[in-house]
């Protein structure tokens, strides 16, 4: 079964420096990969999504993620955090089936 | 273009009461997910449906949870008798279904039991 762990449930860090959130993935099949967000109060909004092709998926936002095969990793970056950043990440896979397995999120924090 | 559409957004109710949940899709997606996230945790898949049929409710607490999509849009889930535990947001969710579509999520109906 097709499953992501995020590392680190709290991620705290200052405006203007790097964003990276982790998350590693465990499927027996090339894995479709997402990161969504959700900031209070509301749903969630997909930020990218990996399926096929490149490696390096770039979302909206200023966000992207690297797929790395060899680590089985998905890690999310950000050059520059902003406040309007701050707000709940997931990392999610689907695998073969089209129904969305979350990992337990990370809580991004953004600081003067 | 419309996203999901739910309602209500809060509710609160006492435990051993009932309440439903109802869902409108993005226009022409024919797959409807509704997801259950407790505080602190990443979203749980309750059932998918492909129009109006069930693909996968293996994590539905049938005993106490329904749900139904009637013509394969619209859907409702409810919960009856609702325990303490219930408390959390319903997120419903729609696509045009395989494994790589983007799902879209609605804003959530945020249930308190107390």
């Known amino acids: 079964a097709q499953s992501v762990t995020q590392l680190g449930s709290h991620v705290s860090v200052s405006e203007g420096a790097l964003v990276l959130l982790r998350c590693n993935y465990s499927?027996?099949?090339?894995?479709?990969l997402f990161w969504y967000v959700q900031y209070p109060n509301q749903g969630l909004q997909l930020l990218l999504k990996?399926?096929?092709?490149?490696?390096l998926v770039k979302g909206i936002n200023g966000f992207e993620a690297e797929f790395k095969k060899s680590e089985t990793s998905f890690h999310l970056t950000k050059p520059s955090a902003h406040m309007s950043d701050a707000a709940e990440y997931f990392c999610?896979?689907?695998?073969?089936?089209?129904?969305?397995?979350f990992g337990t999120g990370t809580r991004l924090q953004v600081t003067l | 273009e419309a996203g999901v559409a739910q309602s209500p957004r809060y509710k609160i109710i006492e435990k051993r009461q009932s309440v439903a949940f109802w869902c409108n899709p993005i226009?022409?997606?024919?797959?409807l997910y509704w997801y259950q996230q407790i505080l602190g945790q990443g979203p749980k898949l309750l059932i998918q449906?492909?129009?109006?049929?069930?693909?996968?409710d293996s994590q539905l607490p049938k005993d106490r949870f329904s749900a139904e999509r009637l013509k394969g849009v619209d859907s409702t889930l409810k919960i009856q008798p609702a325990k303490l535990e219930d408390s959390a947001v319903y997120l419903c969710?729609?696509?045009?279904?395989?494994?790589?579509?983007?799902?879209?999520f609605g804003e959530g109906s945020w249930l308190t039991v107390v």
């Open positions: 999610a896979t689907t695998g073969t089936a089209s129904k969305l397995t």
């Open positions: 449906f492909q129009n109006n049929g069930v693909v996968d």
């Open positions: 226009s022409g997606h024919a797959t």
């Open positions: 990996y399926t096929t092709g490149a490696t």
């Open positions: 499927s027996s099949v090339p894995p479709y």
């Open positions: 969710a729609s696509s045009f279904g395989g494994s790589g579509n983007t799902i879209y």
